[in-house]
């Protein structure tokens, strides 16, 4: 299989998965500006949406979506505990998780990244999504991980798309629970060999 990434987008959460979970990856970086490949593939011929994460299966075929190629990879590898059985109700409280990452708190970083954003919409945006953090810092005050006392597929996308906190600026000072887990996260000696791997690691 290959993730097309770029390093630090939200393609890192698959990348996490798979090194967590054993299932070997090839990589390919992804230019956003032009949309070429690092090998010069048209990556809008890869994947027509134009961002990134796209995963190439081994029989040629392209999935794409942060929240599918985190269970599809997962599911490649059960034993590692990273997602619950299908069809299961605590595989339906991972894609609860999952919906709010995706949704709530992915998608409500976009408008900080705009670095031209008028002060009230960037303060409307910061609380927006504060509120959504707020609810994560009270399920990270009484277990160390979303879904209880393991790491699962739904803390590597928080860890992803939290850690771009620095980059837009955003204060994290009212969530120290959720910056304990960002470290905790972070010394996983998997979660290192992804951030190393694309070029990110202290
Ligand atoms: N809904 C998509 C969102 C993917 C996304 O936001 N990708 C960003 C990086 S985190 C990207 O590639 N942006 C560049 C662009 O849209 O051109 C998913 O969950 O995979």
Redesign the pocket.
């Known amino acids: 299989m290959k993730l097309y990434y ?1 390093p630090g ?3 890192t959460a698959p990348h996490i998965v798979a090194c967590e979970a054993g299932v070997p990856l090839e990589l390919e970086k992804v230019d ?1 500006g032009s949309k070429r490949t690092a090998t010069g593939e048209d990556y809008m011929a890869v994947n027509p949406k ?4 796209a995963l190439r299966l081994d029989d040629g075929s392209v999935l ?4 599918a190629l985190i269970e599809y990879i997962a599911d490649r590898a059960p034993a590692s505990g990273l997602i619950p059985a299908a069809g299961t109700m605590e595989r339906y409280r991972m894609a609860e998780w999952i919906g709010y990452i ?1 949704t709530e708190i ?1 998608k409500g970083f976009g408008p900080l990244w705009n670095a031209k954003l008028a002060p009230e919409a960037r303060a409307a945006a910061v609380a927006a999504l504060a509120r959504r953090l707020d609810l994560v810092e009270k399920v990270l005050a009484r277990q160390p991980f979303l879904t209880g006392q393991g790491f699962s597929v739904a803390d590597a996308y928080l860890f992803t798309v939290a850690s771009w906190a620095p980059w837009v600026k955003l204060d994290m000072a009212p969530w120290p629970k959720l910056r304990d887990f960002l470290a905790r996260v972070a010394a996983r000696p998997k979660v290192q060999e992804a951030l190393e791997a694309e070029g990110l690691a202290e």
């Open positions: 770029f987008a939200c393609s956003l134009g961002y990134v994460p794409t979506e942060v929240s995706a992915h």
